[in-house]
């Protein structure tokens, strides 16, 4: 009986990887996490531990909480890596990082915007009042418990109004998808701050 063989990760696999996401700041954390996943081999200080500190970075990236400091030092590593590394997946590997930072896109992320709107964290799932009519589908298709209001029902007064509860929220979208009023909208971080919506915290 023949094994199974693995067959190795390459570059080419890594590269594919994060082609699959729009999102500059996401690209650069898959290719991240694929390269620390198999191609890197850990023999030599500048890669090993630059890939390392810079998939803290690119996290910190996606998920909304990265200051300046973090592309500068994500620039800081690519130029260390580019040097320094022992091989070309490194090398290849701080250039990656380095044509990401060009980009300028990361930088927009540090205001809480992803254009691509990939980075799910940064946005918000909110219901208009207004527009909300109380049917209570969301209510219904939401497996995490995120949304809180009362259905109308003849003959009553006082409801609790629907709103989600952004804590529980996982962003599915399923609420979206069957809401009959388009009340429930996705809004960025940065459209946030400029608005008066409601938000559950
Ligand atoms: S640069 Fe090459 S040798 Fe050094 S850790 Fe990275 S993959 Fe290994
Ligand atoms: S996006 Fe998903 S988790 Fe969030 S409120 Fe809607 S259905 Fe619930
Ligand atoms: S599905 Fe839309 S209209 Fe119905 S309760 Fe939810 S937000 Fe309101």
Do not use: W
């Amino acid at each position: 009986m023949t094994e199974d063989k693995a067959v190795p990760v390459t570059m080419k696999d890594v590269q594919a990887k994060a082609d699959e996401k729009k999102c500059v700041a996401a690209q650069l954390l898959v290719f991240i996490e694929e390269f620390l996943a198999e191609p890197m081999c850990g023999r030599c200080f500048p890669c090993s531990f630059g890939s390392y500190e810079a998939r803290i970075r690119a996290k910190r990236l996606t998920a909304g909480t990265a200051s300046a400091e973090d592309v500068e030092r994500l620039k800081r590593i690519g130029g260390n890596m580019l040097e320094a590394s022992m091989c070309k997946k490194g090398k290849d590997t701080a250039a990656y990082i380095l044509e990401k930072i060009a980009t300028g896109d990361l930088l927009e992320h540090l205001s809480g915007l992803c254009a691509s709107r990939e980075c799910v964290d940064f946005d918000k799932y909110i219901i208009i009042p207004g527009k909300c009519t109380m049917c209570g589908l969301c209510l219904d298709v939401c497996k995490d418990s995120a949304i809180k209001g009362e259905k109308r029902e003849a003959y009553r007064t006082g409801y609790l109004p629907f709103e989600i509860i952004q804590k529980r929220c996982t962003k599915c979208g399923e609420c979206v998808k069957v809401c009959p009023e388009n009340a429930i909208l996705v809004i960025s971080a940065r459209e946030m701050e400029n608005k008066d919506a409601p938000v559950t915290k």
